[in-house]
């Protein structure tokens, strides 16, 4: 199967998730390198995993995962995976809330070429 890179284009059939945390500045960089393992060690290799994406806010008190997974199904078989959850728990351990939510993408802009 060939690698799918993050698409943002409407009509796609990935789910997105922005995941929110909220978390101690002095926690920032711990959350991330949760996150990041997360992903390389876990989420990557379940089937519909399509990409994750860490950012950091520059404030210091939030880091948000924008995911993508092939479909709905996809991402909550993924919730109900034993090691993902074992991550999931620790990521949540270093903060004070998190919000996930889904998402689909209804419009994207560009630039215009001058």
Request: glycine share 4%; charged share 25%.
């Amino acid at each position: 199967m060939e690698a799918m890179a993050t698409r943002i284009e409407r009509g796609s059939a990935v789910c997105t998730l922005i995941n929110v945390f909220t978390v101690a500045p002095e926690r920032q960089g711990e959350l991330v390198k949760v996150l990041e393992e997360a992903t390389e060690q876990v989420m990557r290799y379940l089937p519909g995993f399509v990409s994750a994406n860490i950012h950091r806010g520059l404030d210091g008190t939030r880091v948000a995962n924008y995911a993508q997974w092939a479909s709905r199904e996809h991402f909550e078989a993924m919730l109900r995976n034993p090691r993902a959850q074992e991550h999931m728990r620790a990521a949540a351990a270093l903060v004070e809330k998190f919000e996930p939510h889904l998402y689909e993408v209804v419009s994207t802009h560009q630039r215009s070429a001058p």
